[in-house]
């Protein structure tokens, strides 16, 4: 009985230091990610989400469009890509984003769509081609502020040497799920392969 007792308290330690390393993780991402990185660059990167039935930006995407109209309004960026896929509704997440964009005063030629940006490494890559071809050497990343680190991550992994960052301005319980399972998304990007050749 006494090895099975022991094996019982080594799986109980063990099981509690990783999910104590888990647990730090987390915070420690979600923390980053609160902490904005302000400064120009050349172009900004906004990450799509939701859209709502009626085809209106959810409060999440809204939050993250509001975000950069106004760093764009403070100068620290002249160009946006709006990226993001086609979600369950239907709807191009990165036009609707433009047509945002555009109705509060962001004009149409200061804005480049990739409709192909449906993961957060799409995203990135997609971003690194555009900029080849624009010559941009330096990004502004917005989205939700536990999204946040693993979207820098990609930028620097895809060659951006400056990535700046801010988080949008929004909050849910929601988030409880969000933070940690991000935390499982970062670790798998760090080990991710980066094709910067083609990219």
Same mark, same amino acid.
């Given at each position: 009985m006494a090895p099975i007792r022991l094996r019982t308290r080594v799986l109980l330690v063990v099981f509690a230091a990783l999910t104590g390393l888990f647990v730090l993780g987390t915070l420690a991402l979600m923390l980053a990610g609160l902490r904005d990185d302000i400064g120009k660059t050349d172009v900004a990167l906004v990450l799509g989400n939701t859209v709502q039935p009626d085809g209106a930006p959810s409060p999440r995407l809204r939050t993250r469009l509001d975000k950069t109209l106004e760093l764009y309004r403070a100068g620290y960026f002249p160009t946006i890509i709006a990226s993001g896929g086609v979600g369950k509704e239907g709807y191009d997440e990165a036009a609707v984003m433009r047509d945002?964009?555009?109705?509060?005063?962001?004009?149409?030629?200061?804005?480049? $769509?990739? +409709? &192909?940006?449906?993961?957060?490494?799409?995203?990135?890559?997609?971003?690194?081609q555009i900029a080849q071809r624009q010559h941009f050497a330096s990004v502004f990343v917005v989205s939700?502020?536990?999204?946040?680190?693993?979207?820098?991550?990609?930028?620097?992994?895809?060659?951006?040497?400056? $990535?700046? +960052? &801010?988080h949008a301005n929004f909050f849910e319980a929601r988030d409880l799920y969000s933070a940690p399972r991000e935390l499982v998304g970062y670790v798998r990007y760090l080990f991710r392969h980066y094709d910067t050749t083609g990219a």
């Open positions: 945002y964009l555009a109705d509060h005063g962001v004009p149409r030629d200061h804005i480049i $769509v990739d +409709s &192909a940006g449906a993961t957060t490494f799409a995203s990135a890559r997609n971003t690194r939700q502020y536990f999204h946040v680190p693993r979207s820098r991550l990609a930028l620097q992994r895809f060659g951006f040497a400056t $990535v700046r +960052s &801010a």
